[in-house]
Structure formats: C-alpha cells, structure tokens
C-alpha cells in the first residue's frame, strides 16, 4: 500500500481545486488523483485505521472480488458529496437520489476499469479512508470549503449507522474532533467524549470504513470495530478517573492499576466501616438524640421528599470548634461512660492498620481532613 | 454536560448516599443481638456497617446499573459475606495471543466489581467506571461521617466526663 500511495503523491504533486457544481467524469478523475496526493504519512494512519496488520491489508487490496464490489459504494459516495454541500449548512440530511447514485456508480465502475493495476487496487480500498482525508484536508489547507467534512460524516450511504446521525452541533463537534485528529496526524480518534451523541458520531468514520471494506466482513468486523471503540473509550474514562494513571502507558499497566485502585476503595470501605464499629456504641446515643432533635428543619428546608432527618449537616456544625487531636489521647486514657475500651483499642489498631494495608492516598487523605477539622 | 448539573447531581448523591446509610445502620441497630465477646462483637458491628455502606450506595445508585443490583441482591441473600457462596460458573473468553495479557487483566478485574462474572469486556469496563466514581464518594463520606461522629462523641463524653467530675 506505501509504495503505490508515495507513487501517486508524485503523480500529481499539487492539489487541484475541485468543481463540486459539476459532475462530470473528469471531476471523479481529480478527485482520485486527489486521493492519491494524500501525503506518506497518511498512508500509515490509514493501516492504523484500518486496525489491520499491512500483510492483511494488502491481500485485501489485491484480491479482485473485494475491489469491484466497493467500488459501487466508494463511487456512490460521490453524489453525495457533491449534493451536500448546500444543504449541509443548514444540518438537513438529505438523501440523494438513486438516479444519481447510479450514475455515479456507472462513471466510477468506467473509470476504474480505465486505469489498471494498482490504482484500481488502491481505490476501493482506501477509498473511504482517502475520501475522508482529502475531504477533511481540504477545509484545513484552504479554509474555503469549512463544511465539507460534515456531508461525510453524516453521509446517508453508510446504512443504518447514520440514522443516529442528526443535529448540527453533533457534526460540528465531531469535525473538530477530526480536526485535532488530523493535526495529531495519526487516525486515533480522542476518545474522551463526555456525551453519547458525540461518542456515536465518532464512531461513524470507522464505520465507513468497514462498510467500504467489502461485503463479508461486513457485519463482523463492523460490530468489533464497535466494540474496540467503545473499550478504548472506556479505558480512557478509567486513565482519568484513577489518580497517577495518566503517565502509565500500556493497557495491561493502566488495568493494573485499576484493579489496586478498586481495590484499595473496598479496603478503605472496609476500614471505615470498622472505625465506625468503634465509635458505633456511641452513635445510637447520638443518632437517637440527634434524630429526635431536629426532625423538623433540615428536612422542611432541604429536603421535602425525604423520609428520615438528615443529621448529616448538623453533625458538622456541632464540632466546629473543637479539634479532633486530643481525643485519641483523651478516649485512650480515659474510657468512656459505657465503659467501651476495647472499641477505642479497636480504633487505634485499625489506625495503625490502615497505613500497613493501604497507600498513601488513605492517610493522606485522613490527615487532610484532620487538618481541615482543625482549621 | 453542564458543570452545574453535575456538581448538582454528585451533591445530592452524596446526600443521598449518607442519609441512606445511617438509615442503615439503624435499621440493623434495631435488630442488633448483643454477643458474649467483645472482640465477636465488634466484628460483628463493623460487618453491619459495611454491608450497609454497600447497600446505601446501590440503592443511592439504583437499578440502572449492574453492579448495584447485583450487591442489592447478594445483600437481599446474604451472600456478600460468606466465603463459600455459590458461583457462577463463567465462561472464560479465550482471546488472540498479542490480546491475551490485556484479556486476563480484565478477567481479574471482573472479580472486584460486582455483578462483573456475566459481563462482556466492554460492559464491564463501564461498570467499572461508574462503581469506581461511586466507590470513591462512598469513601469520602464514610470519612467524613468517621471524623463527625468521633468528634461528635468527643464532645458528649467530654461533657459526661465534666459532668461526673
């Protein structure tokens, strides 16, 4: 695939501009032979679009069948290209007629039995990719033509995928998600959308892709590519969620890390439970007088559907003014009236264990909150 | 996704959250059998209190995701405990070699997360990602209510103290 793509970037070294008003054959050749002045590097990014080993891509470049079949829908693309640009702008899909599919099928099935070998190997194939490419260059090199990555995105030829396809600002956002992409200059898509809609609409280009592909890997590799996407999506979720997960690289280390973190949450709500246990004699007192102090406000203000007092609030405002330092010292010397020694025992030990079993984050988020206690 | 909505929304969780556990916790402080020994007792306690921190926040959470409902229901038959609890038997995916490494990592993810033996890869992940968010507001409100209520207990058996004296 590299050599014929760094072939064709020398056939026609400059980009013509193309008429998109007019639709004759001669256009389809430009835009081929724009297709192959996509730049070198483009080509790598199209195997790592692909997601495919290049020996893998190149039998299926070469193999005769795959390549007259998406050539019809390679060509049928066209039209609609061309019909979307007026109508685009104002983020109105429309469907182009089948008389112009045809037509644009019969021109490109002529024009690919025109020029030979390796062209016509090259076509098909990449021919999404490298719509997609020069389509979406065009915009960033000239700026004169700011819409036209959105008919592709939005393109009613990819089958059932484009019907989630509607909005304008959905598009708008994924062109600019294409955009960084493209100045990235490798084919991973940013995989940190917030929003479904977004998430669905990146998606799309892939689809594309496989979609062009040919007809038996059809639905199978459509439904993995899916899925990669959405696990890569996730993993991305993950590396911002876990702290100290940015820097590592690798799937394996960033599940790794995962896990510990996972992990180290159920400790941690392993343990507090236990410090709870500790002050828990002390709690059916509080809770209970507590409770039966302010029923009334903190539910009337805050919270009119809920069923029981929130003594949350009020717990903090009661200890305020007073530090949490002296009262290990204070509970350890001097046991409290119900004579709970070992519940306070128990707290101390559970302390300590909680600097053996757990990572930094626990204690320093416990001391964090001493010290936030204590201002 | 708005900034607002969402803070709005963590919020009320954590209310949500906090709420539901001391409710919790006195619901299983009204049906509280003293044991002999202390030490018994205490663990015993501090089960109650887990369980009840875990079912707090899955029903903080609902029935929309897999996890929560998969603790609700462990907790529904007091499995979440016990060592010998009946599994499932899980069919392991048996992946491409180059994808083996990460496959087997995400195999042992599946046992921290609840609900996570049935699951494919993906919705896995996505469970992970929401009980991870979770966990980590259960966490930070268990501590908040740990340090208030030793500080608030701090202050009662100061007071009792001052009053014996």
Request: hydrophobic content about 35%.
């Amino acid at each position: 695939m590299l050599p014929v793509e760094k072939s064709g970037a020398r056939s026609s070294p400059e980009r013509p501009e193309p008429d998109y008003t007019a639709l004759d054959s001669l256009q389809f050749r430009e835009e081929i032979q724009q297709l192959m002045s996509v730049p070198p590097e483009n080509a790598s990014s199209f195997t790592a679009l692909l997601e495919l080993p290049p020996t893998q891509a190149m039998a299926l470049l070469h193999s005769p069948g795959t390549g007259e079949s998406s050539a019809v829908p390679a060509s049928s693309k066209k039209p609609v290209i061309e019909d979307g640009i007026k109508p685009y702008p104002h983020g109105n899909l429309t469907l182009p007629t089948t008389t112009t599919l045809i037509e644009g099928a019969a021109r490109f099935s002529v024009f690919a039995r025109e020029n030979h070998t390796p062209e016509l190997s090259c076509v098909p194939s990449n021919s999404s990719a490298n719509l997609e490419k020069a389509v979406k260059n065009e915009p960033a090199d000239t700026e004169s033509y700011p819409n036209l990555s959105q008919p592709l995105v939005s393109e009613p030829t990819v089958g059932n995928k484009s019907q989630k396809q509607s909005p304008n600002q959905t598009q708008r956002s994924v062109k600019r998600k294409e955009r960084e992409k493209k100045g990235k200059g490798c084919a991973k898509k940013s995989k940190s959308a917030a929003n479904e809609g977004s998430d669905d609409a990146e998606k799309l280009p892939y689809v594309h892709v496989r979609a062009r592909r040919g007809q038996a890997t059809d639905s199978h590799s459509l439904a993995e590519r899916a899925r990669r996407e959405k696990i890569n999506a996730r993993m991305k979720l993950l590396q911002e969620l876990v702290p100290g997960c940015n820097k590592i690289s690798g799937t394996a280390l960033v599940l790794d890390e995962i896990i510990n973190h996972v992990q180290s949450l159920q400790h941690q709500v392993e343990f507090l439970s236990m410090k709870l246990a500790a002050v828990n004699p002390r709690i059916d007192f509080n809770l209970d007088s507590i409770l039966t102090a302010e029923s009334g406000s903190v539910m009337d203000n805050n919270f009119p559907n809920m069923v029981m007092p929130l003594m949350w609030p009020e717990v903090q405002v009661n200890e305020n003014g007073l530090q949490s330092q002296p009262q290990w010292h204070f509970d350890a010397i001097h046991p409290p009236v119900w004579g709970r020694e070992e519940d306070s025992h128990n707290f101390i030990n559970s302390e300590n264990s909680l600097l053996t079993y757990d990572s930094s984050a626990n204690s320093a988020s416990l001391h964090s909150n001493h010290l936030k206690m204590e201002l | 996704m708005n900034p607002k909505v969402v803070s709005k929304t963590k919020n009320s969780t954590k209310i949500m959250f906090a709420r539901l556990f001391l409710q919790s916790i006195m619901t299983m402080k009204k049906t509280n059998v003293r044991t002999n020994s202390d030490h018994e007792e205490s663990r015993r306690r501090s089960l109650i209190i887990d369980t009840a921190a875990y079912l707090s926040m899955a029903r903080v959470v609902g029935w929309k995701r897999t996890w929560s409902r998969s603790i609700i229901f462990k907790i529904r038959n007091r499995a979440i405990r016990k060592k010998g609890s009946v599994k499932k038997k899980r069919r392991r995916r048996v992946g491409r070699i180059h994808q083996k490494n990460r496959l087997f990592k995400i195999e042992k993810l599946r046992k921290p997360v609840p609900g996570g033996e049935a699951m494919d890869v993906c919705g896995l992940l996505d469970e992970t990602v929401h009980y991870t968010k979770s966990l980590s507001t259960q966490v930070k409100e268990m501590q908040t209510i740990a340090n208030n209520l030793s500080k608030y207990t701090y202050n009662t058996s100061m007071l009792s103290f001052l009053s014996i004296i």
